[in-house]
């Protein structure tokens, strides 16, 4: 079984973390941990390098955190990063491509301005990926 775990290191996606090592454990899951940096590369050429780095530097902290987590409890992990303006559209697009039978993804995760700008991730995940998807409360 490939189970895919987005995480922005939020605690809702730390708990979709357990919940897939709980699947790696019962199941002998493979756990491919992805974090999504919250701009398009291609459309936002003109933006200042100090914001993509922080963007990037953001999602990579949230990678190395769920990676350092599922390592300390045995378990080893694939580590994606990734950079898109719709989260929710790299992690389907992952899914498809990685032919994973799982998501499993927090219910929240970035709140306020940009969480009402972009929608619900989950929802959307959801809504759209070609396979199951767990998510975590």
């Known amino acids: 079984m490939k189970v895919l775990v987005p995480t922005d290191g ?6 979709a973390v357990d919940r897939a ?5 019962r199941m002998g899951a493979e756990i491919t941990l992805m974090s999504v940096a919250y701009y398009a590369k291609d459309d936002f050429d003109d933006m200042p390098p100090y914001v993509q ?19 300390g409890k045995g378990v080893k ?15 389907i697009r992952k899914a ?16 306020g301005l940009k969480r ?5 991730t989950a929802a959307k995940v959801v809504a759209q ?3 199951e998807v767990t998510v975590v409360r």
Do not use: H
């Not at 990678?63 to 390592?71: D, E, I």
């Not at 992990?77 to 992690?91: S, Y």
């Not at 498809?96 to 709140?111: A, L």
């Open 10 to 15: 939020s605690d809702q996606s730390m708990k």
């Open 21 to 25: 090592l709980e699947l790696a454990e």
């Open 53 to 71: 780095d922080k963007l990037e530097a953001e999602a990579a902290a949230a990678l190395k955190k769920a990676g350092a987590y599922c390592n």
């Open 77 to 91: 992990v694939e580590m994606v990063l990734e950079a898109g303006l719709v989260p929710a559209n790299n992690i």
């Open 96 to 111: 498809e491509e990685g032919k994973f039978d799982r998501i499993v993804m927090g219910s929240t995760g970035i709140t």
């Open 116 to 120: 009402a700008l972009m929608g619900s």
């Open 129 to 131: 990926a070609p396979c």
